[in-house]
């Protein structure tokens, strides 16, 4: 395996020569001094004396149980079963918030700067030094950092962390690791890791809130087994009670070494947080009725418009209410598998478009609560819209032979139907598409060369999604495409997905506001095509995206890296490898009212689980003291 990666990486190949931007990101962050952040263009909003940050109560009282239904996860994790408590790899399922368990070199995913775009803060390490070249980092690390046995985190557990990634991690993992030469323990409390200088100069800001392992458990356990004895972490929860696919409980660790740092004030309150997880949609749904689970987010149009009037609604006993999202781009689109041959003609995957009525979807079935997303970057001043600009030419011309055309008009758009259900207009233009690119009619099925039929397959593993493409397959039946859909339980998808073995299924990904090369390479880059687990879904291996990721590694400022993303957009949306479906403005949460929470959110992140605390008072009130 580990061979197989490595070589794989090797090989992909380098995207073309574009003229592009000034390469120094960090020109901004001064080398060869101690810095307490790091941000994409040197932009901190906290200095290095700091207390906490804004969005939090620092005050916020310890204590309670937090039971929720997860809205969102990471790595390998699964929100409906797990098997396993290894969130780090490619393989297994495993159960969400496991990151919770360890600390990494800067402020992670749950105490990141959630009020500032791209910006990170000592956790672990106490500084870091950029060299003259700006090709390394030395970090300093803090000596009382310790893991949850008592022994010390040290250097050495770091650089055997980014080596045991660069090989074996998750693909989130070891593609930002690609172009890293070298981690080393410097001593006990310094470490360097060092890039080859091909590396995009924000790499780092992916690489620092990794997660930190202990060098000495899996030293002696197996990384790649996947089995649920729980690791040994330093964060501020560990592995509590676990009932294998069914429950888990983290619980918060009272004597935490990092509890007081300026980062870690007032969050992660809760005692314990419970995760339950069920076979589907309805089934934690009732449970939230009950009370059994405290918090969700409600992401079925129909369940929010028509479901939320139970008693403890009625009562005052539970919250129902929107928040806004985050100001970060979003995607949430099915992916056409281009490995399958069918699939890798583009009119092909512009008719299968085609036949998507979204506006009767909209009217019928989602009480006109969701918009029709365009871009894979919607929601965000990265989504190109009308004619490229003369700085997003600058970059797609000298790539112009690698391109679509329509890559050179207007951003392309989905179709607009007229509200029928079924539009003849848009079917008649898929038809049309499909015998331009070689597929007949025989006995109402349409066949190649070879008579072999036009077959298509929407895979997914939650049943409420059935009502949604039921429609959507009726309309490719009645051009003549077999279609159809299947439901599989929740650790088969999860395989199936990471194996490529799927026509269609729909991924929801939430990028960070100011995008990495890194970050958009595990769902666009060609390196991670053949990439078992990886989130290019559809097999993209295209050299001019390849390059445009570059494009997007180098830009030297917030006005030269939304170019490059509008630049990277359009090429995207013209290959039609994922169809955009649709977004919300807003999160759609209810709970019990039974905590604390500061407002307004922060405005880049939401995560309830460490931000909010328990309210005694309010859960007497309610009978859940």
């Not at 139970?310 to 100001?327: C, L, N, W």
């Not at 895979?459 to 493409?469: F, K, P, V």
Request: hydrophobic share 40%; aromatic share 12%; charged share 25%.
């Amino acid at each position: 395996m580990r061979a197989s990666r490595r070589g794989f990486l090797a090989g992909a190949g380098a995207a073309l020569a574009i003229p592009l931007l000034p390469k120094k990101i960090f020109a901004a962050s001064p080398t060869s001094t101690p810095l307490h952040g790091l941000s994409a263009f040197g932009d901190l909003k906290y200095p290095a004396d700091f207390k906490h940050f804004d969005y939090v109560n620092p005050d916020a009282p310890k204590g309670g149980l937090f039971s929720f239904s997860v809205p969102n996860w990471l790595y390998n994790q699964n929100p409906q079963t797990f098997n396993t408590l290894n969130s780090f790899v490619a393989r297994g399922d495993a159960p969400p918030r496991m990151e919770m368990c360890f600390d990494s070199l800067m402020t992670n995913k749950s105490t990141t700067a959630l009020d500032e775009p791209d910006a990170v803060y000592g956790l672990l390490a106490e500084s870091v030094v950029i060299s003259e070249d700006r090709k390394s980092f030395e970090f300093l690390l803090r000596p009382e950092a310790r893991f949850h046995d008592g022994s010390p985190l040290t250097a050495e557990d770091a650089a055997f962390t980014y080596k045991l990634f660069k090989e074996d991690g998750h693909p989130s993992l070891l593609l930002v690791l690609t172009e890293m030469t070298e981690a080393v323990a410097l001593d006990r409390h310094r470490l360097r890791l060092s890039f080859s200088g091909k590396h995009s100069e924000r790499t780092i800001l992916d690489a620092v809130i990794f997660p930190i392992l202990s060098k000495a458990y899996y030293t002696e356990n197996s990384f790649e087994g996947g089995d649920l004895k729980p690791p040994l972490g330093s964060g501020p929860y560990r592995v509590g009670r676990v009932s294998p696919g069914q429950t888990i409980e983290y619980e918060r660790v009272a004597d935490y070494w990092g509890k007081d740092l300026p980062v870690n004030r007032g969050v992660y309150n809760f005692d314990r947080i419970r995760i339950d997880f069920y076979l589907n949609r309805q089934a934690g749904f009732e449970a939230f009725k009950k009370g059994d689970v405290l918090y969700r987010q409600e992401f079925t149009a129909r369940v929010w418009a028509t479901d939320y009037d139970f008693p403890a609604i009625a009562q005052g006993r539970v919250v129902r209410r929107e928040f806004p999202d985050e100001k970060r781009p979003s995607m949430q689109a099915i992916a056409i598998n281009t490995r399958r041959e069918r699939f890798q003609d583009v009119r092909v995957r512009r008719a299968i478009t085609m036949c998507f009525d979204f506006e009767w979807t909209k009217r019928n079935l989602f009480y006109g609560s969701y918009e029709r997303s365009q871009s894979c970057f919607e929601t965000s001043d990265y989504k190109a819209s009308g004619q490229p600009s003369s700085e997003e030419l600058a970059l797609l011309e000298p790539l112009r032979e690698q391109l679509p055309p329509e890559v050179f008009g207007e951003a392309a758009m989905q179709p607009v139907s007229n509200g029928s259900g079924r539009d003849r207009r848009l079917l008649g233009a898929a038809s049309k598409l499909l015998a331009e690119a070689g597929w007949k009619r025989e006995g109402g099925v349409l066949v190649d060369g070879k008579g072999e039929r036009l077959t298509i397959e929407f895979l997914d593993d939650d049943d409420s999604l059935l009502r949604i493409i039921a429609p959507w397959v009726e309309n490719l039946k009645a051009i003549g495409i077999d279609a159809s859909m299947r439901v599989v339980d929740a650790a088969q998808m999860q395989a199936r997905q990471a194996d490529f073995d799927f026509d269609l299924v729909m991924m929801a990904v939430s990028w960070d506001a100011t995008p990495t090369e890194d970050g958009l390479a595990t769902t666009f880059h060609s390196r991670s095509a053949k990439l078992a687990g990886s989130r290019n879904l559809t097999g993209t291996a295209d050299p001019a995206v390849d390059a445009l990721l570059a494009a997007v590694g180098k830009a030297a400022d917030r006005k030269s890296l939304i170019v490059a993303m509008r630049a990277l957009d359009r090429a995207l949306r013209a290959r039609q490898d994922w169809i955009p479906c649709w977004y919300s403005a807003n999160h759609r949460a209810a709970f019990w009212d039974m905590f604390g929470f500061k407002e307004p959110k922060p405005d880049y992140g939401f995560p309830v689980e460490a931000m909010w605390w328990f309210d005694k008072d309010k859960a007497a009130a309610i009978g859940k003291a």
